[in-house]
């Protein structure tokens, strides 16, 4: 308080300071400007010089006052003068004029209210006024920065620049606008749970203190893009009712040193003064990256880090702040920023699964209208690995497509185009293939149907397009799980790979030749084969040992090989064999099948896309060469 009040006093001195000068200066350059355009000052001689020769028109004195204002000429050609007369001359002067009929006037000058109301008119109503403004000003700076006191100084010299500019852009959304609660995310129950403490203790931080348990200060939410983490912070605070501040990572990472660590104290100042609050850094691997001695380490980013790390320490958990922050890179992230006492709660934000996929898309259901009787669980069946951003996705292509159709509601049809929209993009009319060219693509994939079709326990074949989409691929076959299973055994990733290497096997059959249209079977293929070697410990050669590191868990991209050179080599050996095994697999089983492979290639063709069941049914159909089916796994 002490320290405020001097502060004010101050800065108020340094107003009237300011206001006098800046008074000053103007009238100066407004009065100069006009004197010397109106009125002149000449010499007493002059002026007596001026009345011999007849020139002065009028004169005017005061009472008591050596100065004379006198005039010459009429109207426009007038001109204003004035002189100082020289002492005790006053008779002289006056003899003066009344010989040259000079028209004089004297006054008594008055010295009591008149001369204060003037002062008070040309000196106070400008101060004024510089106050007025100077008071303005020193708020819209504390606003600025964040109630920081006068943003000017002495001394310190200079008008406090830095608060005004190291503002942080945390966005203040009260959670009660957010309109988000735990209703609005599906499918994500541990998560919800594991925050559900956080938001008892936002709603009364007392009960906590009471008893003398300190509640997380921060929580960090870890998963894949468009699981619904930046969804679920949103909703904490919904829940709680509490003020919610997002920013993210990147915003803190700016091109100026010291700008980043002035936005997170003030961040933290902010969120001080509104809590019992929420603070939520998103992508938070923008400014937490590991700290090394790396040359190329940015500096930056390290004083960001820092101001965090020293501001989670220091804030007084008491008032109820916690820090939320999201990431899908947690592997990268310093460790001090895991350690007790900061992000040390950690809290997975995975993939949903197939009741968790169904109940997301019910929910983005209920936004959009559709037709009564509409099956959602095919949808989320034929779409494992899907995030939740993804299934909100599918739900509004099909929305956009009921209207694109003038449709008022959305059918079955429309979600299930959707799915292949998201999956493989847009049919593409403009792609037209040679009659050659649909021939190959209609083998192609009726190979993968077939060799899928003819294996134990893979998910059956649901449709087979050789409509063109504009992902590149020019058709593709859907098979659909009946329900989700969680582990692969070594033979179902065997069986995986024979099915892609099902296209490129019908085309060599048929054909005798091969295309470029099996590269993302094939890359897919080895992909596969490689994870088994280096990750799942599923060769012979090598057997459970991890040659290989995910280089990042939730955002894909490959793994890294932890092994010699030599290892090296001999995991590209065994992925070779891998995908030649499916590759021969695949070839077998469509020799022995070679009369179905035709009969199901060429309806293909005429109709463009079958479903499952027209397939099922060509193919089992017994007329000498149906395969003998796998008996479906006992329940
Ligand atoms: P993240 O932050 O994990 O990348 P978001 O929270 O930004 O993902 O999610 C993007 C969008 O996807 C959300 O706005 C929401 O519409 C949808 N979404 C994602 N996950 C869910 C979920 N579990 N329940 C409902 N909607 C979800
Ligand atoms: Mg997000
Ligand atoms: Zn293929």
């Not at 103007?26 to 002149?40: C, E, F, K, N």
């Not at 659909?480 to 790979?497: C, G, M, N, P, S």
Request: aromatic share 6%.
């Amino acid at each position: 308080m002490d320290m405020n009040d001097n502060k004010r006093r101050r800065s108020m001195l340094l107003y009237i300071l300011i206001a006098i000068v800046a008074y000053l200066v103007i009238s100066q350059a407004l009065g100069s400007g006009l004197t010397a355009q109106r009125v002149q000052e000449v010499g007493y001689s002059q002026f007596v010089d001026m009345v011999e020769k007849n020139e002065v028109t009028a004169a005017q004195t005061t009472v008591g006052s050596s100065e004379i204002t006198f005039t010459t000429g009429e109207g426009d050609s007038q001109q204003v003068y004035t002189t100082v007369q020289w002492p005790g001359a006053e008779e002289q002067t006056s003899q003066l004029l009344e010989e040259h009929d000079v028209d004089t006037t004297a006054s008594i000058q008055d010295t009591s209210g008149d001369l204060w109301l003037m002062m008070l008119i040309s000196y106070g109503l400008p101060i004024l006024l510089f106050l007025g403004i100077g008071w303005w000003l020193n708020r819209r700076m504390k606003k600025a920065m964040g109630d920081d006191g006068p943003s000017m100084n002495f001394g310190g010299g200079g008008f406090g620049m830095g608060g005004g500019l190291g503002k942080s852009n945390a966005k203040e959304i009260k959670g009660e606008d957010t309109g988000v609660t735990f209703k609005d995310v599906a499918g994500q129950d541990e998560a919800k749970e594991s925050l559900e403490e956080i938001v008892s203790f936002l709603k009364n931080p007392e009960k906590y203190n009471e008893i003398g348990a300190r509640c997380p200060r921060g929580a960090l939410l870890v998963g894949p893009p468009g699981t619904g983490k930046t969804l679920l912070a949103k909703a904490v605070a919904g829940e709680a009712g509490v003020t919610f501040f997002q920013i993210a990572g990147s915003a803190f990472v700016e091109m100026f040193v010291g700008r980043g660590a002035a936005k997170v104290r003030d961040l933290f100042k902010q969120a001080n003064e509104k809590a019992p609050c929420i603070i939520f850094i998103d992508e938070i691997d923008a400014v937490g990256k590991r700290r090394d001695a790396n040359l190329s380490s940015n500096d930056e980013r390290e004083q960001t880090l820092n101001q965090l790390l020293s501001e989670m320490d220091g804030f007084d958990n008491h008032k109820g702040i916690v820090v939320l922050a999201a990431t899908n890179r947690p592997e990268t992230l310093d460790q001090a920023l895991l350690r007790p006492g900061r992000f040390d709660r950690r809290i997975p934000v995975e993939l949903p699964d197939l009741t968790g996929r169904e109940a997301i898309l019910k929910i983005h259901a209920n936004d959009v209208k559709m037709e009564p009787g509409i099956d959602l669980g095919i949808v989320a069946r034929s779409t494992p690995g899907a995030s939740g951003a993804d299934l909100a996705n599918i739900i509004n292509e099909a929305a956009l497509r009921a209207v694109r159709f003038g449709r008022r509601r959305v059918t079955q049809e429309d979600l299930l185009e959707s799915v292949d929209v998201v999956i493989a993009g847009e049919k593409k009319k403009s792609t037209v293939l040679s009659q050659h060219e649909k021939e190959v693509v209609a083998y192609h994939e009726t190979g993968h149907a077939i060799v899928a079709a003819t294996q134990k326990g893979s998910a059956p074949v649901s449709k087979i397009t050789i409509v063109p989409r504009t992902s590149g691929a020019l058709g593709f076959t859907m098979q659909v799980e009946e329900d989700e299973h969680f582990l692969t055994t070594r033979q179902e990733a065997k069986d995986k790979i024979a099915v892609l290497c099902g296209g490129r096997a019908a085309e060599e059959l048929i054909f005798g030749e091969m295309t470029t249209g099996a590269s993302n079977d094939i890359e897919k293929a080895t992909q596969l084969a490689r994870s088994m070697v280096t990750q799942y410990g599923m060769s012979d050669r090598f057997g459970m040992v991890q040659l290989g590191q995910p280089a990042s868990r939730y955002l894909g991209g490959g793994a890294q090989l932890t092994c010699s050179e030599g290892t090296a080599q001999e995991i590209d050996a065994e992925v070779q064999a891998l995908v030649e095994e499916g590759h021969q697999a695949a070839l077998k089983t469509l020799r022995e099948n070679r009369f179905k492979l035709h009969e199901i290639a060429h309806y293909l063709q005429k109709k463009e896309t079958i479903t499952g069941e027209e397939f099922m049914n060509i193919l089992t159909r017994d007329d000498g060469f149906a395969p003998k089916m796998p008996t479906p796994p006992a329940e």
